[in-house]
């Protein structure tokens, strides 16, 4: 499966965003899908995740209560939408597909995903 994430940009503190990740190549049905934001000198973290049909999320306790995860399996696409943005959230956004999964499963970790998009930038000025 192929990923092209999108959506990124500048925003002030208290700002909102939304991010898109667009899948061909595979049916996305079949994909848990995850975001992961990496900053400047740090490691790639996780961010939210979402089963293959959407009843189940995760979120990174950074994120919780201000970013959804979802999706929308007829038009192969995910989303994250960022409300209440932070400084310390600005990052390039990643997003993430794993394939041959149950139907609720959520990776948390870089390495339970095996497919990864370009990375969008995310900056929010304080």
């Known amino acids: 499966v192929q990923l092209q994430a999108c959506g990124g940009g500048l925003v002030q503190a208290g700002g909102s965003l939304r991010l898109s990740c667009a899948a061909s190549?595979?049916?996305?049905?079949?994909?848990?899908m995850g975001w992961f934001r990496q900053a400047p000198g740090k490691e790639r973290e996780f961010v939210a995740a979402?089963?293959?049909?959407?009843?189940?999320?995760y979120y990174a306790d950074s994120v919780k209560g201000r970013f959804t995860i979802s999706r929308d399996n007829y038009k192969n696409t995910m989303y994250l939408q960022m409300n209440s943005l932070k400084p310390e959230d600005t990052a390039v956004y990643y997003c993430?597909?794993?394939?041959?999964?149950?139907?609720?499963?959520?990776?948390?970790?870089?390495?339970?995903?095996?497919?990864w998009g370009q990375g969008t930038q995310v900056t929010v000025s304080s």
């Open positions: 979402i089963s293959r049909n959407g009843a189940s999320t």
């Open positions: 190549g595979r049916t996305f049905s079949m994909y848990s």
């Open positions: 993430a597909a794993r394939g041959g999964v149950v139907m609720h499963y959520t990776g948390r970790s870089v390495s339970d995903y095996n497919y």
